[in-house]
Each structure stands twice: as C-alpha cells, then as structure tokens.
C-alpha cells in the first residue's frame, strides 16, 4: 500500500516546486482505487492508451478537480498531443486561463510533433504577445517548426533572451544548427556547431545530416569518422548521403563495415544501401542484402519491398522483382510505380500496361511517376499512339498537369519515330517553359533523322547553354565533318566551365564492383584487359557488317586515331574484363551511367554472338538484352 507520505510536484503557475507533504490515503476510491491526488499526474503521465487517459480525465471532471489543477491540465494536454490527439489538446489549452511558458512550451511542442509548423509558429508568437519569456525548451520545440528567415530571427530573440550564450544549451544549438543547414546555410550552421561545448551523438548526426543531404559526403565522412560511438541512425545518413550523392560504391562499403563493427542496420539502412545496389546494378550484393533481410528478421515493410523490386529490376533480374513485388501486402502506388518503372526500363511494354490495368482496378491512383513510367515505356517501343493516349489520359482524367518530364518523354517518343514536326510542335505549344534537356532530346532526334534544317532553327533559339546542348551541338557539326564550329562549341563550353560528363562503365565480379572510364589503365589487370581488346579487335576484323562508326568521335583527328578511340570505350573495357574473369557460358551484366554509344551496341551484338555470352548493359535509358547477335531494344533506342 501507499505510504502516507510522498513526494509531489505543486503547480504555482510559475516554477514547478518540489514539495514533501502528508496524505490521509481515502479520499479517491470511487474511480481509480486508493489513487492519492498527488498520483494522479504520474498516473497520467503513465498512461498508454487513449482510453485510460479519458477514463482518468472522466474521473477527474466527476470529481471537479480538471478546472483547479494545472499541473493536472498540463499533464492532460501534453499526453493528449502524444497520443494523437492534438484538438484535445488546443481545447484543453484553450480553456487554461493566463497559460504560462510550460503551458505554450507544450502546445507549442505537440505541434511541432504533428508537423503542423505554422500553427506551432503562431502559438510562439501568441505567446510572446502575452508578453510571456520563453525558455530553451520553447526554442528548441519552436526552431523545429520555422522557416528559414523566421529561424533566423528566432536565433536572435534566443540571444536577447540569454538563451543562447557562452554555457550554449545543447538542444537550442542543435536546433538552430539543422535550422541553417535546411536553408543552405552551411557556415552558419558549422559555425554554431563548432562553438558548441559539448557535442551529443544528436548534434553531431544533425551536422553529418547536413552536409550529406547537400552533398558535401566528404565533410560529413570528416565528421563521421572522428566520431567516437556512432548509433543507426548516423551510419544510416552516412549511406543513405553516398548513395544519394553518385557514390554507391562507398555507400555498399560503409555497409559492409557497418556490419563488421557489430552494428545491426534497420529499414532505413536496407533501403539505402539497396538503392546503391540498384545504382552499381550489383545484383549479388543486391541478394546478398536480400537474403540478410531474411535471415536477421528485418522487417520486409512497404518501403523495403519497394526497394528490393527497384534493386531487382535496375540490376535486371525482374524475374526476382516480379517475385518481390507479389509478395509485398498492401502495395502502395509507390510500389506499383517501381514495379512498372522496372517493366518500362526492360522495354516491356505489355506488361507495363498490365500493371496499370490491375493498380487501377483496385483502386490505386496513378501519379505523375506512372505516367513517366508508361510514356518511357512507349518510347522504347515506338507507340506512338498509344503514348498520345496516355498523355491525354493523364491530363484529361487524372487531372495531373505535365512536367517537363512528361514532355521529355513524348519528345523523345515522337522524335525517335521520326515525327519531328510534330515534337517540335508539341514544344512550341508548352505551358512550362522548355528547358535544355528537352531542346537537346529533340536535338538529338534531329540527328538521327539527319533533320539539320530543323536543327539549326532549335539552335537559334539557344542561347545560354548547358552541357548537354552544346555537346548535341559539336555532335551535329562532327557528324558533318564541321570541324570549325565543333573548336568554336568547345570553346564556349570551356569558356562557360562546363564539363561533359564522363563516361563510365562498372561490371560486378567477385562481389566488388569494378569501374572504368574511357582509355582507362588504372585497373591491375590492365595488361590482361587490352590484350582481350586485342582479341576482340581480331574477332571484329571476320565480321563484315561491322565497320567503326568513327563519325561519332567527335574529335578532329585522322580515322586511325578515331578507330583507336573507340576500341578502348568504357562499355568495351568492361566487356572484356568481363570476359576474362567470369566463367564461359555465364551472362556479362555491365552499367554505363550515360547513353550507350551506337559502335559499343554494335560491337556487343557481334560480341554475344562469337562469344555465345548473353550480354547485359544497363544504359542511363533502358536495358539492352545481347544475344545470339541481336539485342532486345530492337537497335531502337
Ligand atoms: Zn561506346
Ligand atoms: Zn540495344
């Protein structure tokens, strides 16, 4: 039983006082049996559920005590907002006369938790109307919830108000420092860090999270590494800022290492790290993660399943994301996106279809990513019509407005099909403004289809431009031998500080991924690589469909130097690194992180044939299937 003597927290309006103080322990046994008054906040404090809570304030209403109390109205509103409940809580708050800082602090703070900032933000303006100081606990909860400039402010009132000083309140601090880093201002935000006399694992994920999500991986690994104990969630920014940065390699490494310091990853880790996968196009590592989901008990939710389908079918096994993707409950349009993202990558335009036949059936509504996926779909087809039709549907039925993306694919659609006109016309009749992607697609599509009419009059309407434009620009001038304004282009890209992207090719071999750029000898196996260029060139030398396409080589150099240029491609060194480090008869599975080039697919097809190698290459499009001489894109592509 109760002692009749125990400690209790009376509320004066003002500071919490600690207080000893004797109870005759009968007075509350109707409701909750021998409860003490000055158990009745803990006893709040220690409900679970929603209806113990209702009860306990049931019981306090019937006994009168809900309007005399404010300790008790306190402890109601704040595990009211922690149960959900958030109007419970504004009504609670709205019946308290004259609340004081504890009182804004915590409806301040349930807000904040609910992500409704705008309303946390007014409270803290109400409040200092009322003319009531906030302490550190209220900036910490209202800095979660303000805009960047607000923020800003926000710094400066904590300042005023003594709050932020030289002995810096950690919470305050780490919360100023993720509100400049959310608004680009990294300096700042080191800045406060650095001043910080002591730096909790929080602050320091809050800086490493910082730099990762704006891509400076190389000062967030700094920090990082120097860090003395790191928990999940720091290894989990960690990965998740390599593979979200074009560092998947280094992300699928830190997770190796992550494992070997006894640290257990959770869902968060597995989606990162299987997004890395699906970049390399690793797909042993990719199943390897895979069967460590099963056999360590991660929990398979939506997210992970949506994951495993994306990593499946960007490393080109959609047998095991057809698998994955059945196996997944209660499928989200997430879900069936990546599914049908993985069919459109694969050319399978039936089954893309399919599946949107079936998501919509049950009722799942297609977003802007579907129709990204089906138009894509259609382009690697040539399906005109039907990417007109899902266009319109789009716009006419599910009320979802273009993006530029949209346009980017119908262009290329239409411009690949050769209906040059009527892409350009398409352009011409934009809401949005066309950006240079789209003009250099179209470009592009010009090229093909020897349109220099056309495009010369796009490049008139250019301007400024990005790499992609002017590299279709020296393209278009190579190809007809121009060798004059293919310098002046290269110039101006130079002038300009842009940079062409460069090539790269990786292929996966004894669970490491190996990478190579064009002309690369970098690799140990350098000698045994080009004497395999070799090898193929002879291979190449019996095959009479095959010439060179030197008209590609966008140098003006002489037709030995082009030859010679595209002998040593990154998806030709690959290949053949492939071919002399895998086992006879086994697929090669390469991945280039640009288009694939029209000399590499040809020598790929003459390649799957006298090798007898089915032969994979995953482009920055599409995936081309080799085999038996012939690819699956139909040389469409
Ligand atoms: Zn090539
Ligand atoms: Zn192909």
């Keep these: 039983m109760l002692s009749s003597s125990s400690s209790s927290i009376l509320y004066t309006g003002g500071l919490p006082i600690i207080k000893r103080r004797s109870i005759s322990p009968s007075v509350f046994k109707e409701d909750h049996q021998c409860v003490l008054p000055d158990q009745l906040p803990s006893l709040i404090d220690k409900c679970k559920s929603l209806t113990q809570l209702l009860q306990i304030h049931a019981s ?44 804004y602090t915590a409806i301040i703070h349930a807000h904040s938790l609910n992500n409704l900032h705008s309303q946390a933000f007014n409270f803290y303006v109400r409040m200092l109307r009322d003319g009531i100081e906030p302490t550190e606990y209220t900036f910490s909860s209202v800095l979660k919830s303000c805009p960047f400039r607000a923020g800003k402010e926000i710094h ?60 400076d991986v190389d000062l967030a690994w700094k920090l990082f ?50 997004s890395a996968c699906g970049q390399l196009g690793a797909l042993e ?138 892409a350009f016309e398409l352009v011409k009749g934009m809401d949005i403004e066309p950006d240079l992607v789209l003009w250099g697609t179209l470009l592009n599509a010009c090229r093909i289809h020897h349109k220099i009419g056309l495009a010369e009059e796009i490049l008139k309407n250019l301007g ?21 304004e293919v310098a002046r282009t290269r110039a101006a890209m130079k002038g300009n500080g842009i940079v062409k992207e460069p090539g790269c090719t990786s292929i996966e071999v004894g669970n490491k991924v190996h990478e190579f750029v064009a002309s690369d000898t970098r690799h140990p196996k350098r000698k045994e690589i080009y004497e395999m260029i070799e090898e193929m060139n ?38 053949a690194f492939g071919l002399i480090s895998t086992e006879r008869g086994t697929t090669i599975k390469i991945f280039k992180n640009l288009r694939v080039c029209s000399d590499c697919h040809d020598v790929t097809k003459i390649l799957s044939k006298i090798t007898g190698r089915e032969i994979i290459v995953r482009d920055r499009s599409r995936f081309h299937r080799f085999e038996n001489g012939l690819c699956s894109c139909g040389d469409y592509w």
């Design 60 to 103: 306090l209403i019937r006994r009168g005590l809900d309007h005399h109390n404010q300790l008790l109205t306190f402890k109601l509103l704040r595990s009211y907002s922690s149960l959900g409940r958030l109007h419970y809580s504004i009504s609670l708050f709205d019946q308290t006369q004259n609340p004081d800082v504890f009182f």
């Design 156 to 215: 400066a009132q904590a300042i005023k108000f003594g709050v932020v000083s030289k002995s810096s309140n950690m919470y305050v601090v780490t919360a100023l420092v993720n509100v400049y880093g959310k608004g680009g201002d990294l300096e700042s935000a080191r800045q406060l860090f650095d001043k910080m006399p002591d730096r909790s694992l929080v602050s320091l994920a809050a800086m490493i999270s910082i730099y990762a999500k704006h891509g």
């Design 285 to 422: 590592s990719g199943k390897w993660i895979h069967s460590y989901i099963m056999n360590n008990k991660v929990h398979l939710n939506l997210q992970v399943g949506t994951a495993l389908v994306d990593m499946y079918s960007k490393c080109g096994s959609l047998e095991d994301a057809t698998i994955v993707f059945d196996t997944i409950d209660n499928k989200d349009v997430v879900a069936w996106n990546s599914m049908i993202l993985g069919f459109a990558m694969h050319g399978f335009l039936k089954d893309v279809f399919r599946m949107f036949v079936d998501m919509t059936r049950i009722g799942i509504r297609p977003t802007d990513i579907t129709f990204i996926g089906i138009l894509n779909a259609c382009a690697h087809s040539g399906a005109v019509s039907d990417g007109w039709k899902f266009f319109r549907m789009m716009k006419d039925k599910y009320k979802i407005e273009p993006k530029i993306e949209h346009y980017g694919c119908m262009v290329n659609l239409l411009g690949r099909a050769g209906h040059l006109d009527e």
């Design 538 to 575: 002879g291979w190449l030398k019996g095959f009479d469909e095959y010439s060179p396409k030197t008209e590609i080589v966008l140098h003006n150099i002489d037709e030995t130097e082009k030859r010679r240029s595209l002998e040593v491609h990154s998806e030709k060194l690959a290949i």
């Design 464 to 484: 400024n431009s990005s790499s992609g434009s002017y590299i279709m620009m020296s393209n278009m001038y190579a190809s007809s031998g121009n060798w004059d």
């Design 225 to 274: 590494d120097e860090m003395p104990e790191k928990d999940v969630v720091c290894w989990n920014v960690m990965i998740d800022g390599y593979a979200q940065h074009g560092r998947p390699n280094e992300a699928l490494e830190l997770f190796r290492k992550m494992l070997m310091d006894q640290m257990r990853p959770n869902e968060v880790t597995i989606v990162a790290v299987l």
